[in-house]
């Protein structure tokens, strides 16, 4: 089964300012009507994203069901020479990673924490790095460093 957002979803993405957990808003950029559920909690399971935020989702309205014909669909060969499917896909795991480490400092830095959420590319998180290290640590701030890296 494959999710797909609606309207009202494309909106929210639109609004930062939506009530969505980071979590929440990371299962939803990377709906797209392409991949499949265990896809997409697979790719986003290092974040902590559930199928509870998921079904949360569908309950708010921003995210549908699709249902594709049932004859196996050859996909297309990847293309080496593009790299933004991989650019996107490190966007996504530093995004988890960013709004995990954001999520532990609580009220501490409610800034940073909007900040990291507000970030749409992976050069935005990029930018917030240094802050991100110094309210976190050198230790907890290694697996977003990797993530950042892996260009």
Known sequence: ???????????????????????????????????????????????????????????????????????PVQPPSPDFTDSSMAGWDQYVRAYGIATELAAQLGRKDLQLA?????????????ALAPQLLQAVGPVKFARLEAALRMR
Do not use: C, H, N, W
Request: no cysteine.
């Open 1 to 71: 089964m494959t999710m797909a957002k609606t309207e009202a979803g494309l909106k929210v993405l639109k609004d930062r300012r939506s009530g969505l957990s980071p979590r929440q808003r990371a299962a939803l950029i990377l709906i797209d009507g392409q991949r499949s559920l265990e896809e997409v909690l697979k790719a986003t399971s290092a974040g902590g994203i559930t199928r509870g935020d998921i079904d949360r989702l569908l309950e708010l309205g921003l995210i549908t069901e699709q249902f594709l014909p049932s004859r």
């Open 114 to 126: 909007l900040a990291i959420e507000a970030a749409g590319t992976l050069a935005e998180l990029d």
